[in-house]
């Protein structure tokens, strides 16, 4: 399977720990996408990566939260102290370049108990 | 802040009726995805609209986007039980030819085709 895949597909976790999920895009896609999505609602951008540099972030995106892809292949959304408010499922896409068509992986399910 | 608006948010049909979805905006779009979602599941692309006026057709989904790039519909004929899920449309915009990158996302439909 060669699509966007993203790991962990669901995590618990107690409110005040840190959480880190990674996503692996499709191998020839420069640009990379994080959105979230909470129950009964479209996806919102959080930030994407043009190789591994970091083009835009979203207002959605605080200061607890911090996205990386450092060698320009997968990357990892951290989220540090989570608060409840942060239980949502966590997508990542990937297109080609020059490309607007985005692919999603399954995405990563948050739970903050 | 650019926006779109899906309508309706539920739809509930018997196997065998038409159905379309609606997504609009004020703002242009210089192009317009139409993805599927199951739940727990991120959403599949279905189609990407580019050109004012476009048509495609997906076997039994037509999707079109406006002559102004600022709306699109998707249309399902003979719905059967298979075609449940979530439909979201999302835009994408552009300045000077070079793309924002980020999708705008309606809210979603919510179908539901009864057999």
């Known amino acids: 399977d060669t699509g966007v895949s993203q790991n962990p597909r669901h995590k618990i976790t107690k409110r005040g720990q840190n959480v880190t999920f990674r996503c692996d895009p499709i191998s020839e896609h420069n640009r990379l996408y994080w959105y979230r999505q909470t129950l009964g609602q479209g996806p919102e951008f959080l930030t994407y990566?043009?190789?591994?540099?970091?083009?835009?972030k979203s207002r959605l995106l605080s200061d607890r939260f911090s996205a990386e892809r450092p060698k320009g292949s997968f990357s990892t959304l951290e989220i540090q102290r989570t608060e409840q408010g942060d239980s949502a499922m966590y997508l990542c896409?990937?297109?080609?370049?020059?490309?607007?068509?985005?692919?999603f992986g399954p995405g990563t399910r948050l739970l903050v108990l | 802040t650019q926006l779109l608006e899906q309508s309706p948010q539920f739809l509930s049909i018997q196997e065998g009726e038409n159905l379309t979805v609606y997504c609009n905006s004020s703002?242009?779009?210089?192009?317009l995805q139409w993805y599927r979602q199951e739940p727990g599941e991120g959403p599949v692309l279905l189609v990407t609209?580019?050109?004012?006026?476009e048509v495609k057709k997906l076997k039994r989904l037509t999707f079109q986007f406006g002559d102004a790039r600022k709306d699109s519909s998707l249309h399902i004929t003979a719905a059967q039980p298979g075609d449940t899920g979530l439909y979201l449309c999302a835009g994408a915009a552009r300045a000077g030819g070079t793309s924002y990158g980020k999708l705008t996302f309606g809210q979603g439909t919510i179908l539901t085709v009864h057999p």
């Open positions: 896409a990937s297109s080609l370049p020059r490309q607007e068509t985005q692919y």
């Open positions: 703002s242009v779009f210089s192009s």
């Open positions: 990566f043009q190789n591994e540099a970091q083009l835009e």
């Open positions: 609209v580019v050109t004012g006026g």
